[in-house]
């Protein structure tokens, strides 16, 4: 939800409180909570298994992703049509944007981490199959190494003449390309394989607040570059806590309306800004003159609405006709 609201209008009551609007001008920096959290969540998955089967897997992933990604791109050109571009259709359609700077934020621009994600799930079996289930201890140098390379590196690259600011080609380079989120990803493989071995139920409701506010903090005043992965180090412990508590958080959490608010999660964050160029051009055919604040709210509740219709109408039934889909082996 912090990003729908980075995403929304700058006029929102939200950006002219000083100090709070730092967290949804850098509510990017939830992606890479996102990446983490998938590696954390692979490992948790198939942590049990002594291989990966490269066909099954594929299959699960594609069956969970795709059908809501191409929704969205579909959602898009109900109101974008005259931007159909054929070359841009078949990037996004393959997942691809990420990798080619200029091209990451076409069309349903969201996309852009699903694009990540799919290089990620590439290389997960293989990772798993060789690495994770063969318990080599490489792996954590590995992981290690490249997390410490992309902090420098995008710093680096940050000093240099040839960033260019936000919009650029520059710019998509080091916020969107893939290698520079694979450390997220890795260090969130990590985090699963701590967690499978040292798994203990435990009240964490205190730690986790405080931890809570840490990272609300940090982004408020700290002028750090963290969209490639520099929050791990907060981010991390913050999973890994969540996971082992059984506290009072939990229990809230664990309430079905706030459960299904996490199933919907995927569908509402894929479908954000379609949805809102679909109100956008609904006001303005109505001709209705309303305050920046009253649309948020009517988007709010129309983004919940039609992301839990998404889910149960698009999302669950395709997932589960994909995932019965079966090759016999001659």
């Known amino acids: 939800m912090a990003i729908v609201i980075s995403h929304f209008n700058k006029d929102l009551f939200l950006y002219k409180i000083e100090y709070i609007s730092n967290l949804f001008l850098r509510a990017n920096v939830g992606v890479s909570y996102f990446f983490i959290l998938s590696g954390f969540i692979m490992i ?3 942590g049990q298994k002594n291989k990966i089967d490269y066909f099954e897997f594929y299959k699960n992933r594609f069956a969970r992703i795709y059908p ?25 359609a393959l997942g691809l944007q990420s990798w080619i700077p200029g091209e990451a934020m076409i069309l349903n621009f969201p996309g852009w981490s699903i694009s ?3 290089f990620f799930y590439l290389l997960f079996p293989l990772l798993y199959n060789y690495f994770y289930s063969r318990k080599n201890k490489i792996i954590w140098i590995f992981a290690i190494a490249i997390w410490l390379a992309t902090q420098i590196f995008s710093n680096w690259y940050l000093a240099l003449d040839a960033y260019e600011g936000p ?3 520059s710019h998509e380079f080091l916020y969107y390309f893939p290698v520079w989120h694979l450390n997220e990803f890795l260090i969130g493989n990590l985090a699963g394989l701590y967690f499978i071995k040292n798994f203990r139920p435990k009240k ?9 506010l840490l990272i609300v903090l940090v982004l408020m005043f700290v002028p750090l570059f963290y969209h490639n992965g520099l929050m791990a180090l907060l981010f991390v412990p913050a999973i890994i806590m969540i996971s082992c508590n059984n506290g009072w958080i939990t229990r809230l959490f664990s309430k079905k309306p706030l459960e299904y608010l996490g199933e919907i999660s995927y569908a509402v964050y894929i479908t954000h800004i379609p949805v809102l160029y679909l109100l956008r051009e609904f006001l303005r055919i109505q001709e209705y003159n309303l305050d920046i604040d009253t649309v948020f709210v009517i988007y709010v509740m129309v983004l919940l609405i039609s992301s839990a219709l998404f889910y149960q109408g698009i999302e669950k039934p395709m997932r589960d006709l994909l995932r019965r889909i079966s090759f016999k082996k001659n």
């Open 44 to 46: 948790v998955a198939y």
């Open 68 to 92: 809501l990604y191409v929704l969205g791109l579909l959602l898009y050109f109900l109101t974008r049509s005259h931007l159909f571009d054929g070359y841009k259709v078949l990037l996004y």
């Open 116 to 118: 990540v994600e799919f």
């Open 167 to 169: 919009h650029t080609k």
């Open 204 to 212: 964490y409701d205190i730690q986790i607040i405080l931890l809570f």
